[in-house]
């Protein structure tokens, strides 16, 4: 009678297909795991850029002018678009500020915060 050792080669291929398409969908989890991790750092940047353009605002002694403007700035090795509004919010002496950060190079916004301060 034959006695058989080891693998035949269809079962040979269908181990090699199962390990690929295992190997195929770790492969994509890491690179999905790592993107998120990059989306997760740029918010924490464009968080910190806002909050220090803010604070930069609200150390200002002088009377900020009502205007919207967007300027490109550098932080952490990066371009960013910001854009800055101060607005009249209807009270006498109190405007609002409001900072929303995006890449430059994708227009969709990572972080957007407001804040109220009072003119002398």
Known sequence: MYASRGFS????IVALAIMSMVAAGALGIVSQ?????ADTEDRLHARILAENIL??????RAPL???EEAQERAFAGR???????VIDIGVDGVVRIEVSISRLDDPQTLVSLSTLKRQS
């Open 65 to 67: 002018p009502f205007r």
């Open 55 to 60: 604070v930069e605002r609200l150390a200002q």
């Open 33 to 37: 795991g790592s993107r998120f991790s």
């Open 79 to 85: 371009a960013w678009s910001c854009r800055e509004a």
């Open 9 to 12: 080669l269809i079962e040979a």
